[in-house]
């Protein structure tokens, strides 16, 4: 399982996206690709899990943008995640 730290939020002009997260998966954008469509899991610091998926990668220095099912309150900035493994098609 590989891991990243949460940066920020992905921010537009004038709003701020509160289900998507810029996380640090890697040190290049090859090593985020590779990560693209992965399963991730945030834990806050009242124990409240949080599932989302990697979307695509943000720039060229391992940073991927990551959306979740629900909206994310602020303080998970610098929270450690865990990339799941890849799951197996279902037959």
Known sequence: MASGRVMN???GLKRR????????LGESEAD???LVGR???LEDAHGNRYVGKV???HGRS???????????PGDVI????TVL???APRA
């Open 62 to 72: 391992g940073v991927a943008v990551v959306r979740f099912r629900r909206d994310l």
């Open 9 to 11: 939020f992905r921010l």
């Open 32 to 34: 985020v690709a590779k």
């Open 17 to 24: 996206y509160p289900k998507e997260l810029l996380v640090k």
């Open 78 to 81: 610098g929270r450690e995640v």
């Open 85 to 87: 493994a890849p799951q």
């Open 55 to 57: 979307l695509k990668p």
């Open 39 to 41: 399963k991730v899991v």
